[in-house]
């Protein structure tokens, strides 16, 4: 099984689409959860990462490198 690639303010397109009418979600905090954040409504949750990985579809756009 491939293992999909995802980084802290990547925006991901998920396969369920949000309530708002958009599936694209910033991830904006990682660690053993993953606090994902609507770009539609601003809406935050967390899910727990397993979770988010089979719920992830891909990666829209990759988020910029903090130096």
């Given at each position: 099984m491939e293992t999909k690639q995802f980084?802290?303010?990547d925006v991901?397109?998920?396969k369920k689409?949000?309530?708002c009418g958009t599936n694209a979600w910033k991830v904006?905090?990682?660690g053993a959860d993953i606090r994902i954040k609507c770009m539609g409504c601003g809406h935050s949750l967390m899910i727990p990462r397993n979770d988010f990985a089979?719920?992830?579809k891909r990666?829209?756009?990759q988020g910029e490198m903090e130096s």
């Open positions: 980084g802290l303010n991901v397109e998920m689409q949000h309530p904006i905090r990682m089979k719920k992830m990666v829209i756009q």
